[in-house]
């Protein structure tokens, strides 16, 4: 019973989180970037594809706030601590062609396997598709300047994961 209390307390806390992101859009949320990823993102990342099979999860939903503004896809782009991924037996994973080099310590990576989970929903392959939209959508020029802004393109996120997709 405390377990299920405390999951549910967990993913209303990600959606507040989520919601802060989404509507102060223009906060600098650099001084807290660091506990966001240790109490939000990286508890869960890599458990994305097996957690995220028949709705988007919490989590998934607040990437996916990330990949609107081009002034957060440097958080998408953080690599993952090696502890996170040492224990992670994910399930559905994505094609690994053997000359590539790992993508594992990404997040996307974890994003981009759903869509190979057994099963997956078309709510959950929707988001996944949306994220990838708005990395490749380049719309006015506000959007570019925040792109510039954070120094890393859409497309450079989405790139390393084309051959596998």
């Not at 990576?109 to 709510?123: D, E, I």
């Amino acid at each position: 019973h405390c377990i299920s209390t405390l999951k549910i307390l967990r993913q209303l806390a990600i959606r507040r989180v989520s919601e802060c992101f989404e509507s102060y859009s223009e906060y600098d949320f650099n001084p807290f970037q660091e506990e966001v990823f240790q109490s939000v993102v990286w508890p869960q990342v890599v458990r994305l594809p097996q957690e995220s099979i028949q709705h988007p999860t919490p989590l998934m939903k607040l990437l996916l706030t990330w990949s609107k503004f081009p002034r957060y896809f440097s958080l998408l782009n953080q690599p993952i601590p090696d502890q996170i991924t040492q224990g992670s037996t994910d399930s559905a994973s994505l094609p690994h062609p053997p000359h590539a080099p790992s993508l594992t310590s990404s997040i996307l990576y974890y994003v981009y396997s759903c869509l190979f989970s057994p099963g997956v929903s078309h709510s959950v392959t929707a988001v996944v598709m949306e994220m990838t939209s708005n990395f490749l959508n380049d719309e006015g020029q506000e959007r570019k300047m925040e792109t510039e802004e954070s120094g890393l393109s859409g497309y450079q996120l989405v790139v390393p994961f084309v051959p596998q997709l």
